[in-house]
């Protein structure tokens, strides 16, 4: 079976300083992978998506990068952390939305960011 | 590109009244649809998926929901409410091509009083 392991589970990171979040997926190959990033009130903000190694799609322009080194491993990254960055980030993974089958998305627990 | 909207942003539910949790998408063709459940702290759990076939899926801890495609929308719905109901609930839309992204709704808040 499929599994998603997402780690640290909480950071406290001053500002200014890097950032390096991974997400790694057993039990499939050529997965989908996703970064949310969920702020109060805000609901789930899509912030990268990567359909194949090296291949990222940025959604919101700002301070994060992504990177997909390997098939089943998703890293989000930042050279230098701001306040805006604090909030709970969500890797996921989905099937392949065109072939219409295990098209749903997985996601892992969850790290809660504070940038202070 | 795709879109969800979740017109009510927290409502509160009697225990044992029934539930009906607003979605509308944007889509210019059929899309996936998802309906999530999130607890305080944790990741998201998939209640229901909508790909094809009958327009009223059944999901999981007694779920249902129904997609009416004139009306672009994807309500979740439960007869009767139990307290441990109380959570985050999203929607979410997936286009039906390869090398898309699933698109979230900003969620409904559920409170259950007693």
């Known amino acids: 079976s499929q599994t998603i392991h997402q780690w640290p589970a909480t950071l406290v990171q001053p500002v200014g300083s890097p950032l390096s979040l991974e997400c790694t997926v057993e039990?499939?190959?050529?997965?989908?992978l996703y970064w949310y990033r969920q702020a109060a009130g805000r609901g789930l903000q899509l912030l990268f998506y990567s359909v194949g190694i090296g291949q990222i799609s940025s959604e919101v322009p700002q301070n994060l990068s992504a990177s997909r080194p390997q098939d089943r491993q998703f890293i989000l990254s930042s050279k230098k952390l701001l306040l805006s960055d604090s909030g709970f980030y969500l890797c996921a993974w989905s099937g392949d939305l065109g072939r219409g089958s295990n098209t749903e998305a997985f996601f892992g627990q969850g790290t809660r960011l504070t940038v202070v | 590109a795709q879109s969800v909207t979740q017109p009510d942003i927290h409502i509160t539910v009697s225990e044992g009244a029934s539930l009906e949790l607003r979605c509308n998408y944007s889509?210019?063709?059929?899309?996936?649809l998802f309906w999530y459940v999130q607890s305080p702290g944790q990741g998201l759990q998939l209640l229901l998926k909508y790909f094809s076939g009958d327009t009223l899926v059944q999901g999981i801890k007694g779920f249902e929901a129904e997609f009416k495609r004139s009306q672009s929308s994807f309500n979740l719905r439960k007869p009767s409410v139990h307290w441990s109901d109380a959570a985050e609930y999203f929607c979410?839309?997936?286009?039906?091509?390869?090398?898309?992204?699933?698109?979230f709704g900003k969620g409904t808040t559920l409170s259950v009083s007693s």
């Open positions: 979410a839309v997936g286009a039906r091509q390869a090398g898309t992204a699933l698109i």
């Open positions: 039990g499939t190959s050529n997965p989908n």
């Open positions: 889509y210019g063709a059929t899309p996936y």
